[in-house]
């Protein structure tokens, strides 16, 4: 999704070529550009994906050239070093304007605990100039509202008695320059089940202006539902609610 939305791009593609342990897809396309009034450019796009694993590490890469000006390109790796731990990372970057995005999180299940309890952390920065042509546009890509944005995150979950319990912060900067220093947040969420209907409360304390006069907002959100209920023979009904309060 950082550089390829292949229902984007007109053309043929090949998949499941493996080489060795490597799997290698790839495509061949076309775009149109207007460039202007009733003149458009066509321009060619090529690209390529690998996938494989070595030492226990899956490792993917995706390579994008776009007509002789852009080129995007994606690394990705993701690993499980020992029981209870998993770790990943990505690098994506567009050549034309020299921009980039990253991200890095780990989770960890915590041993010899009475309950449940696992453990998170996550870094993710994009640059404000990052946007190949061609990455998803799909609502809740990784992208969008994203640009100039670098955040660092942690949380904990956790599961007792039925209830399915997260607390979590984030440190957030929004300059485009890796500096935290715009907003930061702290939240609590619960959920359970009651009988067949699913029921979910939190609450999100934000501060933003950090480096002026902070301003706190206050967020309670509220949410009930149900999914694939059986109501009539052949008859399944799926209904929800969500409510928010701010301050």
Avoid: C
Wanted: no cysteine; hydrophobic share 40%; net charge negative.
């Amino acid at each position: 999704p950082f550089v390829l939305d292949t229902d984007a791009v007109d053309g043929i593609s090949v998949s499941g070529v493996a080489i060795g342990p490597v799997g290698v897809d790839g495509f061949y396309g076309w775009t149109q550009t207007q460039v202007e009034e009733n003149t458009f450019r066509t321009d060619a796009v090529r690209g390529a994906r690998a996938k494989t694993e070595f030492a226990g590490v899956g490792i993917d890469g995706a390579l994008v050239k776009v007509g002789d000006a852009e080129t995007d390109y994606m690394a990705h790796a993701a690993a499980a070093p020992m029981p209870g731990l998993a770790i990943e990372a990505l690098y994506a970057a567009q050549s034309d304007t020299q921009a980039a995005a990253m991200r890095a999180a780990a989770a960890y299940r915590i041993p010899f605990l009475p309950l449940p309890v696992t453990a998170s952390a996550g870094y993710r920065r994009t640059g404000q100039e990052f946007h190949p042509t061609f990455r998803s546009q799909a609502t809740g890509n990784p992208v969008t509202g994203e640009q100039g944005v670098a955040a660092i995150t942690a949380g904990l979950d956790t599961s007792i008695a039925g209830f399915d319990i997260a607390v979590d912060g984030e440190i957030l900067g929004r300059g485009d320059n890796g500096k935290l220093d715009d907003e930061r947040s702290i939240g609590a969420a619960v959920g359970t089940k009651v009988g067949w209907i699913d029921v979910a409360a939190g609450h999100k304390i934000t501060q933003t202006k950090l480096t002026e006069e902070p301003e706190t907002e206050n967020t309670t959100t509220l949410g009930v539902g149900f999914t694939k209920r059986p109501i009539l023979p052949n008859l399944v009904m799926s209904a929800s609610y969500n409510a928010t309060i701010t301050n």
